[in-house]
């Protein structure tokens, strides 16, 4: 982060003399570490304590002590073991006695040459280790130990440094030890004095946090615990710094960029559709169409995140400012991730618009205009005369998944880009189709996906934010249990009854799987399958085609039963849910293709079979398909889990909340972040070490109110070399270009 010349010297100059090349090879091959600078930013993951200096008398059992003694006694014993069957198996016990007591040391096998050699009767020295019982005896097994040389002053001043020392226990390898890598630290941690410090002097001061030198001093060598909190606190504030300052730039960049306000007309297309809603916005939708609104008026493109609870009413927010983009006489485009939502999409706007979405044609009103669906499996003729109507301006409004980015694809006039369901587009695919504009589109992102306040502010922290947290009225509740299949097989019964209770009354049902079914299993896999205990783990996730014909033939027989998934052709696709839809099917056997967008009011029950296979943030937004309507929503989430499992507190977490923002830290923090930079979009190792987005909400608040202010005051961190020097090895190439298209 702070690399300076000291710093930037290959570890395989500085290590050769004191660990050999070999150890730099390890290093840079399994730990990614290849300079100073490298290694002295990676940090101990914990700390063993030797344990304050104890007296022999007074030993506690199971504890880490650490005791000064003279060695009365060493024996060498031989003996045969089924590793060494000809009696060449070896143990070293050495008794040792600090006037108080006596405790018996033992080494087995290979460790047993160093201590047979320096322990001799006489010899004083530290041992630290963890006392345990053998024989009725207490004794320590392979303890660490320093000998105590020199004359008493000396040696007094070794024992107080050794016993109290906190040893520093670093993320390691199989090939390359932690006590190694402390070595290797101890080395080069001379060059801490030269670390480029990338805090302004201000801010340090201001927040009384430690120097760049002394925190890594003070983390790789601690002599307090009071110093490790002191170290990693200024450490955080580095990374949370370092990043925000970057995101903040991008910020001011991006307002810096030329962009055509986009104002709604006073009695345009939007106030028709207004005019036409059967009901009135919630006061979040108002809000945040408000907030909208005004980013489309200025001169510079919008850059918004819309995130929204599911059935939060996102999709009507979007079209709202996609109709007052095209009343301002551009283009809007909406990007969905699945053929089959951009189908919904497309039947939904212009369901909703109804007349308002026929310009051109006959019956169209007269402030209609044409809405397009644009995907890849469109035929020809559909296609050519979609490309026709973008080109033209004949359509305002176009709805399509990747399709649209396509080079053939051309806008007349494009103003707005809304991304559904960011997660699942890369940034090159909405760089791509933000660079059809003539001058740069304004950008409305959305997601479903609740995401705690501070990861908004790292990943998404170059878009301003807008939240989405009422349900509009008319939503019902969702009850949600756990079935567990394994234990309790009549609750399993149970769902089906109750699936076939609800297409009674006249609705229907999901029932959701992992798989598709129609893939070969492998058989080496299908070999390791061992016991009963292993069942639930080892067999194949449940799959859509078998379950269908398991639940035709059994359960629930005589009901109508279609199943759909993304292998099927997408006329088929859509045809399924045209007849979902339009209630011509009881029960849909799906995989997760429904899981965003799929709008069906009547559905009102799911069952999801082997829940524990899917993300929390998953089950929630698949659950986010039932209760769209009138009628309460049922959820099942069957699994074989045992009870204890942490798969099955997962499964309770969700099934005890309906709070999507909730569920997402919960989700967080099991699979723990990986790179806040958006590891699978840039393919480069995590830039976090030490800081951690759910715990460290705070710095990063704060620490993003530093960045603003000091970017604003300095865009181009002339007065700051340090900070700087930092984010350009933060920002390597493929992180600039990230966040460049962010």
Aim: glycine share 8%; with cysteine; proline share 6%.
């Amino acid at each position: 982060m702070d690399l300076v010349p000291a710093l930037e010297e290959p570890l395989k100059q500085q290590l050769k003399s004191v660990l050999g090349p070999a150890t730099a090879k390890v290093m840079a091959e399994h730990l990614g570490l290849h300079t100073v600078g490298d290694l002295l930013h990676h940090y101990p993951r914990r700390y063993e304590e030797r344990g304050q200096l104890t007296h022999l008398a007074e030993l506690p059992m199971d504890e880490h002590v650490t005791v000064v003694a003279q060695v009365a006694d060493a024996r060498l014993h031989t003996f045969a073991s089924a590793k060494a069957p000809r009696g060449k198996g070896q143990r070293l016990e050495v008794t040792i006695t600090d006037g108080s007591g006596r405790i018996q040391l033992v080494f087995f096998g290979h460790g047993v040459h160093k201590p047979h050699k320096e322990l001799l009767p006489g010899t004083r020295a530290l041992f630290a280790g963890k006392v345990s019982v053998f024989n009725r005896r207490l004794q320590l097994a392979h303890p660490a130990y320093e000998l105590l040389r020199g004359d008493t002053d000396e040696a007094a001043e070794a024992v107080d440094s050794w016993a109290g020392a906190l040893i520093p226990m670093y993320p390691a390898t199989a090939k390359l030890e932690s006590w190694k890598i402390a070595k290797s630290v101890q080395t080069v941690l001379v060059s801490a004095e030269d670390a480029v410090d990338p805090l302004p002097p201000s801010l340090r001061e201001g927040r009384g946090l430690a120097t760049l030198p002394e925190a890594l001093l003070k983390i790789h060598r601690p002599h307090t615990k009071a110093d490790i909190e002191e170290a990693r606190t200024r450490l955080k504030w580095d990374e949370a710094f370092v990043l925000q300052v970057a995101l903040a730039r991008r910020r001011h960049a991006d307002a810096q960029l030329p962009a055509v306000p986009r104002r709604p007309s006073p009695d345009g297309l939007l106030t028709a559709f207004d005019a036409k809603l059967p009901f009135t916005l919630t006061e979040g939708q108002q809000t945040v169409s408000k907030e909208i609104f005004d980013d489309l008026a200025a001169e510079h493109p919008m850059h918004r995140l819309l995130q929204g609870e599911v059935g939060s009413g996102k999709t009507m927010v979007a079209l709202r400012a996609m109709l007052a983009v095209v009343d301002a006489g551009g283009q809007a485009a909406m990007l969905a991730p699945t053929e089959v939502l951009a189908q919904q999409h497309h039947r939904s706007i212009t369901e909703m618009m109804g007349e308002l979405a026929e310009g051109g044609m006959l019956g169209g009103a007269d402030k209609a205009t044409k809405v397009v669906l644009l995907t890849g499996s469109m035929g020809t003729a559909a296609r050519r005369q979609a490309l026709l109507d973008l080109v033209t301006g004949e359509a305002g409004l176009v709805i399509g998944t990747h399709a649209l980015i396509e080079d053939k694809v051309q806008f007349h006039d494009l103003g707005l880009v809304v991304v559904d369901e960011q997660h699942r587009f890369g940034v090159e695919q909405r760089d791509a189709l933000r660079g059809k504009g003539k001058q740069p589109p304004h950008l409305l992102v959305m997601t479903a996906t609740p995401i705690p306040r501070t990861v908004a502010m790292t990943v998404f922290g170059d878009l301003e934010t807008s939240v989405l947290d009422q349900l509009p009225a008319g939503r019902s509740p969702i009850a949600s249990h756990v079935v567990p299949a394994a234990d309790k097989p009549h609750f399993l019964a149970r769902a089906w009854e109750r699936v076939r209770e609800e297409v009674g009354n006249g609705h229907q049902a999901y029932v959701v799987c992992p798989r598709i079914g129609d893939e070969e299993e492998d058989p080496k896999k299908a070999a390791k399958k061992k016991s009963a205990e292993d069942e639930a783990e080892k067999r194949p996730p449940l799959a859509v085609v078998e379950v269908a014909e398991q639940l035709t033939r059994g359960p629930l027989q005589g009901l109508r039963v279609e199943i759909l998934h993304g292998r099927m052709h997408p006329d088929d696709k859509d045809a399924v849910m045209r007849r979902f839809a339009a209630g011509e099917t009881d029960v849909l056997v799906a995989t997760t293709v429904i899981e965003v967008g799929v709008n069906v009011p009547n559905a009102t029950a799911m069952v999801i079979m082997d829940a524990d296979r899917f993300g929390v943030s998953q089950l929630h937004q698949l659950r986010g398909r039932v209760g769209r309507g009138s009628a309460a929503g049922l959820c099942l989430l069957v699994s074989e889990m045992p009870e204890a499992s942490p798969a099955r507190q997962r499964l309770n977490s969700v099934a005890a909340t309906l709070d999507g923002f909730e569920l997402s830290r919960i989700d967080l923090e099991q699979r723990r972040e990986g790179d806040v930079l958006g590891q699978a979009q840039s393919g480069v190792r995590t830039s976090l070490r030490m800081l951690t987005v759910i715990d460290d909400e705070e710095i990063i608040a704060e620490a993003r109110e530093e960045a603003s202010a000091v970017v604003a005051a300095d865009p181009d961190l002339e007065r700051l070399p340090g900070l700087r020097t930092a984010l350009d090895a933060l920002l390597d190439e493929e992180r600039e270009q990230y966040l460049d298209k962010g």
